[in-house]
């Protein structure tokens, strides 16, 4: 299956995660065995971030990832364009800034950040290569950008059970835990048509950015992209 096959207009992405918005939290938790919070943490030293700079989390939703960071010191922004997630993040961590904006095109000056990350966002970006493109244009020079998303297991017996896990699985165990199952379906969907490590280091270089490189995380459940905006 290919991105296109996906075929969701951007509309119809934020309308699902409204609906997922509620029981987000839990549902990831859930779905990812608790993996969710080591993950962050990678994220966190990714970052690598000193008290008062300013981060932008994109497609932060209720803004969980975006926590972190401020626990740090740092101004994080949460952007986000379902408002449906940004309600629940604002009502859960009032002391946080959210912001609606569209991942495409962001409501934000020029080199405004001193670094940039998106969490479990850019594959539900209908253009995610125009949000790259984006990414930079709102780094300063010299910032830096930490893409988590899931990715291709590297160990092929553990990539066919995986694939099998959630195509199967995980819809199932959505439908008890998830107040829109569908989404989830769609979840599973999107990350077999996901490109793999190497290929997603392509788009963000073709982006403009550089010294791209990548970490697994979960034997590659997870890939870390890192660059810097030349
Ligand atoms: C799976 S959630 C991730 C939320 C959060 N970063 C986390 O790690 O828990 C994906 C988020 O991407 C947002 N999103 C998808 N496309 C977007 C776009 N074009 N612009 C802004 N946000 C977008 C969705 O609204 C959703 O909240």
Not at 50 to 62: I, M, S, Y
Not at 108 to 117: G, I, K, P, Q
Request: proline share 6%; with cysteine.
């Amino acid at each position: 299956m290919t991105r296109a096959d996906l075929a969701k207009a951007p509309h119809e992405v934020a309308a699902m995660f409204d609906g997922v918005a509620s029981r987000y939290d839990l549902t990831n938790s859930v779905l990812s065995l608790r993996q969710d919070r080591s993950w962050r943490r990678a994220v966190v030293k990714a970052l690598d971030l000193r008290p008062g700079e300013k981060v932008l989390d994109l497609a932060a939703g209720t803004g969980t990832s975006t926590e972190p960071f401020a626990a740090l010191g740092a101004r994080p922004v949460a952007c986000d364009f379902s408002r449906g997630m940004l309600a629940v993040g604002a009502r859960r961590r009032p002391d946080l800034s959210f912001v609606a904006g569209d991942a495409t095109r962001l409501p934000f000056a020029d080199a405004s950040f001193d670094a940039v990350t998106i969490s479990f966002g850019l594959r539900n970006v209908v253009e995610p290569q125009a949000a790259l493109a984006e990414m930079l244009r709102v780094t300063r020079p010299g910032g830096r950008l930490v893409v988590c998303e899931f990715s291709h297991p590297t160990w092929a017996p553990f990539r066919t059970v995986y694939t099998e896990y959630l195509m199967r699985a995980l819809p199932a165990i959505a439908r008890r835990t998830a107040s829109n199952p569908d989404a989830y379906v769609y979840l599973a969907e999107s990350i077999r048509a996901w490109p793999d490590q190497a290929g997603l280091a392509r788009w963000v270089q073709d982006a403009g950015w550089t010294g791209v490189a990548w970490k697994d995380l979960t034997g590659g459940i997870v890939a870390l992209h890192r660059a810097t905006r030349p």
